[in-house]
């Protein structure tokens, strides 16, 4: 498999070279050449696999050429072997034609656990191969700085800079990434909102004399195989709901939308995908964008759900060059006017062919608490505020018929203020964590200017040579 940029300028890579290079020297997404199908009886033939053998099976025409079946199997049998559920990614049925899937079984108590469990063991396999280091940098609204940092911990050829909004997680997040004292990781608390931290991951990887120096590379959805991780638990959760004989629909709380992206990935593979529900907070761009081809930005508010604070959505790139029949010239040029203007210019003809698979729902915080209370008064569920706008947005996109599964991304115990506000109930975290708020914590805050950030992931690099 050899993986293209969005903006067709990169060099063509295979995995592993896509896996060490994150995002794209152009400034693009790396894309499959070509995409893998599978037919109905592939499918049906991957019923009654345990979760790491269904992820080996549906990931491996991505990784081929680079990891081998058998080795690819063995990390993924690692990299779930630890979660706290024997299903790995249950399903909670809610109403008669409505589940939610709880991707929050792994060590963080988020779905980003799902790849970044995967991604850790990948990265050692391939630089191990190499004989190679680098530095990880990385963006995190809340929980892919934690899941990246539990994957990467004490991994001796990973360095691991993570930036986070500063005062913008809730203090669960901020902690679960803050109390590793591992030598290898580094946090720091940017003066600014994801957003921001996001554009400076991306002008770390644009200033090449640096990105060369640091040996930079990407945990962010940005690297492909984050996306090609999540692709399997759509597949599970469909052929539990009994495709290919069955169509699926899936409803995803999105920020950066490389989640609901996998989805539309497991789809374009041949799986029966009818719908896919976008659910948003206040921070609404990808919802204005479906209703009315509305993708301009405004100021990021901070809400209830912080992992969807977001107003620069990245992976919607990787959509964008679909809609567009891969011309890799019109999506630079879109997405560098979107840059330039604030507002992304998509042909009609590709919003409309957008919404024909598309819908959104977007809840500000008062409705976001309503439908936890709701959910937790009519079916006993206790869902954090990102899954629980989710779930409301599969109920408002549901199509007759034919099932829904709402992806639940985080445990409610990583909210518990929300939760405390909505239910009167505050979950507990589970034992590994019972102590998070006796650990001692270290990070380092940074003003937003990409000099300062530069310095302080130089001086972690160097500080970890020593």
């Known amino acids: 498999m050899r993986y293209v940029s969005t903006r067709g300028q990169a060099p063509t890579l295979d995995f592993s070279g896509v896996l060490l290079a994150g995002l794209a020297g152009d400034g693009g997404l790396y894309m499959p050449e070509t995409w893998p199908e599978f037919s109905a009886d592939d499918w049906r033939a991957m019923r009654g696999l345990s979760y790491p053998e269904l992820a080996a099976r549906v990931m491996a025409p991505f990784t081929a050429g680079s990891i081998d079946q058998d080795t690819l199997l063995g990390l993924c049998r690692e990299a779930y072997a630890g979660f706290t559920h024997p299903a790995t990614v249950p399903m909670v049925q809610l109403d008669r034609d409505l589940f939610a899937m709880e991707l929050f079984h792994g060590p963080t ?13 990948l990265f050692d396999h391939v630089l191990t191969q190499q004989d190679r280091r680098v530095t990880i940098v990385g963006a995190t609204s809340g929980d892919t700085g934690s899941a990246a940092i539990e994957a990467c911990r004490d991994r001796a050829r990973l360095q691991v800079v993570i930036l986070h909004p500063l005062g913008r997680t809730s203090a669960v997040q901020r902690r679960q990434m803050t109390t590793v004292l591992s030598p290898n990781i580094a946090n720091l608390a940017l003066e600014g909102t994801f957003d921001d931290c996001q554009d400076m991951v991306k002008a770390m990887f644009a200033d090449a004399p640096f990105r060369d120096d640091m040996q930079l590379s990407a945990v962010n959805s940005i690297n492909w195989a984050r996306v090609a991780a999540q692709i399997p638990y759509y597949v599970a959760a469909a052929l539990a709901l009994g495709a290919p004989d069955r169509e699926v629909s899936f409803a995803v709380p999105t920020g950066n939308f490389g989640n609901v992206f996998a989805a539309w990935a497991a789809r374009r593979m041949g799986l029966p995908v ?9 921070n609404d761009i990808l919802a204005r964008f479906l209703a009315g081809n509305d993708m301009s930005m405004r100021p990021v508010t901070p809400s209830l759900s912080p992992s969807m604070d977001i107003q620069v959505s990245s992976n919607f790139e990787r959509l964008l060059f679909e809609l567009l029949d891969r011309d890799a010239s019109l999506c630079a040029a879109i997405m560098t006017g979107f840059r330039q203007t604030g507002r992304m210019a998509v042909p009609d003809a590709s919003w409309r062919q957008a919404t024909t698979l598309f819908h959104g ?5 008062p409705a976001t608490e309503a439908e936890i209370r709701r959910l937790h008064r009519e079916t006993q569920y206790l869902a954090d505020p990102h899954s629980a706008i989710g779930i409301a947005a599969a109920r408002a996109c549901a199509l007759p018929g034919i099932p829904t599964v709402a992806m639940a991304t985080a445990h409610p115990a990583k909210f518990p203020d929300a939760m ?22 270290h990070f380092r805050v940074v003003p937003n200017r990409l000099d300062a950030v530069q310095d302080a992931v130089r001086a972690s690099v160097l500080k970890n040579a020593a």
């Open 274 to 282: 009818a719908r896919l529900a976008i659910g948003s907070n206040g």
């Open 109 to 121: 108590l988020a779905f980003k656990d799902m790849a970044m469990q995967l991604l850790g063991r």
């Open 361 to 365: 729902e977007a809840l500000d915080d």
């Open 420 to 441: 405390l506000s909505a239910t009167g109930l505050s979950p507990a975290l589970p034992p590994h964590l019972a102590d998070l708020f006796e650990r001692e914590e």
